[in-house]
């Protein structure tokens, strides 16, 4: 979600408060359910969350050699 107004809950696209579902305001849990009105008549529709996907694991880089001792 882009524009002047942000969720305080969204992080990274991930609701905070309904655990691991996509952020979209005005869903079933959000704090905003109920309390708003849109401008988009499809966002005043009861709507369930949506799970979010796991994020994808960077790749671990390759250990450093370790140092050889000369004694």
Known sequence: ????WGCPH???GVC???LGA???PGM???VMEGK???????????RKPVK????????KPADKP???LPF
């Open 28 to 30: 079933r849990g959000c």
């Open 16 to 18: 905070q408060k309904v």
């Open 52 to 59: 979010a996907e796991a994020p994808a694991e960077p790749e």
């Open 36 to 46: 708003v009105r849109f401008a988009r008549a499809e966002m005043n529709l009861p």
């Open 10 to 12: 969204d992080l990274n």
């Open 66 to 68: 370790r140092r050889r």
């Open 1 to 4: 979600m882009s524009g002047a």
């Open 22 to 24: 996509v952020c979209e």
